[in-house]
């Protein structure tokens, strides 16, 4: 699988992005998608995570009530949506392919993904 991520950009404080993660090769629904990010400095973290079937997502408490993550297994696309932008969510944001266990299987475990994608700059000013 690879992934290319894209929708980064620079947003003020309490804005939105939608960020998208085009996955190629024909397994792609059999993945369970994850998003990370890295801010300047700090390691690389967990922000959510979707199941293939997308009928499971789970989050990081940091992102819980403000990101929400879709796909859309027609088009080999996942979606990070992200509200309530503040500063310290500025980090390249990573997306992250894992086999799923099973249709409704997910973790925030990065070293379980095998998958990943470049990355993209979201950089949010106060």
């Known amino acids: 699988v690879q992934l290319q991520a894209s929708g980064g950009g620079l947003v003020q404080a309490g804005g939105s992005l939608r960020l998208s993660c085009a996955a190629s090769g024909h397994t792609f629904r059999s993945y369970a998608m994850g998003w990370f990010r890295q801010a300047p400095g700090k390691e690389r973290e967990f922000v959510g995570v979707?199941?293939?079937?997308?009928?499971?997502?789970y989050y990081a408490d940091s992102v819980k009530g403000r990101f929400t993550i879709s796909r859309d297994n027609a088009k080999n696309t996942v979606y990070l949506r992200m509200n309530g932008l503040n500063p310290e969510d500025t980090a390249v944001y990573y997306c992250?392919?894992?086999?799923?266990?099973?249709?409704?299987?997910?973790?925030?475990?990065?070293?379980?993904?095998?998958?990943w994608g470049q990355g993209t700059l979201v950089t949010v000013s106060s």
């Open positions: 979707i199941s293939w079937n997308g009928g499971t997502t």
């Open positions: 992250a392919a894992t086999r799923g266990a099973s249709s409704t299987w997910y973790s925030p475990d990065e070293t379980l993904y095998g998958y």
